[in-house]
């Protein structure tokens, strides 16, 4: 078992910037690739970035691409999103997520709400 618990989300204005950080606990942490997803009232929950278990190789939706950055501190196992830039349309849950083998997501987090006003 896998337990996540999101923090850092909250009300920005736009073009704010906010730090959203995922503590695991349980499993091996550092053997994992990990996920940050969002959803947005009325919409599918989407994802938006994933890192290696090395924190090597990073992947980002197209909307989120150049304003946010995740990544992962093996020691503390903790990984983060950091968010720059925001936009009233970034608001939403964010829930980070574990994927035990490639192409699954298999644990996720209670989510962290995020409100971005214009």
């Known amino acids: 078992q896998v337990q996540l618990v999101e923090s850092g989300g909250g009300l920005v204005q736009a073009g704010g910037s906010l730090r959203l950080s995922c503590a695991a606990s349980?499993?091996?942490?550092?053997?994992?690739?990990m996920g940050w997803f969002r959803q947005a009232p009325g919409k599918e929950r989407e994802f938006i970035a994933g890192?290696?278990?090395?924190?090597?190789?990073?992947y980002y939706a197209d909307s989120v691409k150049g304003r946010f950055t995740i990544s992962r501190d093996n020691a503390k196992n903790t990984v983060y999103l950091q968010m720059n830039s925001l936009k009233p349309e970034d608001t939403a849950l964010y829930y980070c997520?574990?994927?035990?083998?490639?192409?699954?997501?298999?644990?996720w987090g209670q989510g962290t709400q995020v409100t971005v006003s214009s």
């Open positions: 997520a574990v994927g035990l083998n490639p192409g699954s997501w298999d644990y």
């Open positions: 349980g499993r091996t942490f550092r053997t994992y690739a």
């Open positions: 890192i290696s278990w090395s924190g090597v190789s990073t």
